[in-house]
């Protein structure tokens, strides 16, 4: 006759202080997401999984987090999803249901996504690669699920640009040449300025999933910064980028209101109520600092804003 194991976790900790989030992290699976009658995507994900725990709880049941982790994620590979927040969506309703405890499950999930595209001058064919963010929340009033992505892009200091143009406006008027002519020339020709690598980050999330596509996520993201960037680069591709970033300068903060932009312009099927979350950090080419700038609000209060 087998022994009944004892449920430590059960047990009441000496402590009695509820815990907002208790799971497991660096879950790595493949999910496949379906694209009608093009070749499926499959995504080598990793997840965060996790739940609430009351205070007169010492502990979650850890392997019954990984099975139904497992259990929702083996059928998402098995059979292709629309979206990746529908799979996170499933696996936090799941995990609700399995932990009679718990008010509150959340998974999250990361996940490089890559594109084919072409360079802007040479037309070679390249591929682009962004980060895949995807979260969602079930709880007693139903499940909110969360999209985004993290793209690389490139920025230039439009401070550092207008002294550079300051000093060039100096020397030409020294050489005799006409403003007319130094203002034209200006107008075709920005100077330089310190240039950043640049990181955006959009998400969107909603009751239920959001009504956005992934890739018009991506490319929001990406026209927010001062140029595109690209994996190949010809020289006249490089000549582009260059000319569009100078052309095209903004500080960090300028990135998330053109987010904000995109964003309302983009996305009209997208509620009020849905929350918009902006981020630019940019790694600075003159300092040893880095600048960052962010803003989180609802769909409604940006429509207004933007349109305003």
Same mark, same amino acid.
């Given at each position: 006759?087998?022994?009944? *194991?004892?449920?430590?976790?059960?047990?009441?900790?000496?402590?009695?202080?509820?815990?907002?989030?208790?799971?497991?992290?660096?879950?790595?699976?493949?999910? !496949?997401?379906?694209?009608?009658?093009?070749?499926?995507?499959?995504?080598?994900?990793?997840?965060?999984?996790?739940?609430?725990?009351?205070?007169?709880?010492?502990?979650?049941?850890?392997?019954?987090?990984?099975?139904?982790?497992?259990? @929702?994620?083996?059928?998402?590979?098995?059979?292709?999803?629309?979206?990746?927040?529908?799979?996170?969506? #499933?696996?936090?309703?799941? *995990?609700?249901?399995?932990?009679?405890?718990? @008010?509150?499950?959340?998974?999250?999930?990361?996940?490089?996504?890559?594109?084919?595209?072409?360079?802007?001058?040479?037309?070679?064919?390249?591929?682009?690669?962004?980060?895949?963010?995807?979260?969602?929340?079930?709880?007693?009033?139903?499940?909110?699920?969360?999209?985004?992505?993290?793209?690389?892009?490139?920025?230039?200091?439009?401070?550092?640009?207008?002294?550079?143009?300051?000093?060039?406006?100096?020397?030409?008027?020294?050489?005799?040449?006409?403003?007319?002519?130094?203002?034209?020339?200006?107008?075709?020709?920005?100077?330089?300025?310190?240039?950043?690598?640049?990181?955006?980050?959009?998400?969107?999330?909603?009751?239920?999933?959001?009504?956005?596509?992934?890739?018009?996520?991506?490319?929001?993201?990406?026209?927010?910064?001062?140029?595109?960037?690209?994996?190949?680069? !010809?020289?006249?591709?490089?000549?582009?980028?260059?000319?569009?970033?100078? !052309?095209?300068? !903004?500080?960090?903060?300028?990135?998330?209101?053109?987010?904000? #932009?995109?964003?309302?312009?983009?996305?009209?099927?997208?509620?009020?109520?849905?929350?918009?979350?902006?981020?630019?950090?940019?790694?600075?080419?003159?300092?040893?600092?880095?600048?960052?700038?962010?803003?989180?609000?609802?769909?409604?209060?940006?429509?207004? #804003?933007?349109?305003?």
């Amino acid at each position: 006759m087998s022994q009944q *194991l004892p449920d430590v976790q059960a047990s009441s900790p000496e402590v009695t202080v509820g815990l907002n989030r208790v799971g497991v992290t660096g879950v790595e699976k493949l999910v !496949k997401i379906g694209r009608g009658d093009q070749r499926p995507i499959v995504l080598m994900a990793e997840f965060e999984v996790y739940v609430d725990l009351p205070s007169w709880r010492k502990g979650a049941d850890m392997s019954r987090n990984m099975e139904v982790i497992d259990e @929702t994620l083996e059928a998402a590979v098995s059979q292709e999803v629309e979206g990746v927040e529908d799979v996170c969506g #499933e696996a936090a309703e799941r *995990l609700l249901e399995k932990h009679d405890y718990t @008010t509150q499950a959340e998974v999250r999930m990361e996940a490089e996504y890559v594109t084919r595209e072409e360079t802007p001058e040479s037309g070679r064919p390249t591929q682009s690669t962004a980060d895949i963010v995807a979260s969602a929340t079930a709880d007693e009033d139903g499940t909110r699920e969360e999209i985004g992505a993290r793209v690389t892009g490139m920025t230039v200091c439009p401070c550092s640009q207008g002294m550079s143009a300051a000093r060039a406006r100096d020397v030409l008027r020294g050489l005799d040449v006409e403003d007319e002519t130094i203002d034209a020339f200006l107008e075709e020709v920005p100077q330089p300025g310190h240039s950043q690598r640049g990181h955006a980050t959009l998400t969107i999330e909603a009751e239920g999933a959001p009504d956005v596509d992934l890739d018009d996520v991506i490319e929001v993201a990406r026209d927010a910064m001062s140029a595109r960037i690209y994996n190949l680069a !010809k020289r006249p591709d490089e000549d582009h980028m260059t000319y569009q970033s100078h !052309k095209n300068a !903004k500080f960090v903060e300028d990135c998330v209101r053109s987010m904000a #932009e995109g964003v309302v312009s983009r996305f009209d099927d997208v509620s009020d109520d849905a929350v918009v979350t902006m981020k630019q950090s940019n790694d600075e080419s003159i300092h040893q600092h880095n600048a960052h700038a962010e803003r989180v609000a609802e769909m409604g209060t940006l429509r207004r #804003e933007v349109n305003d």
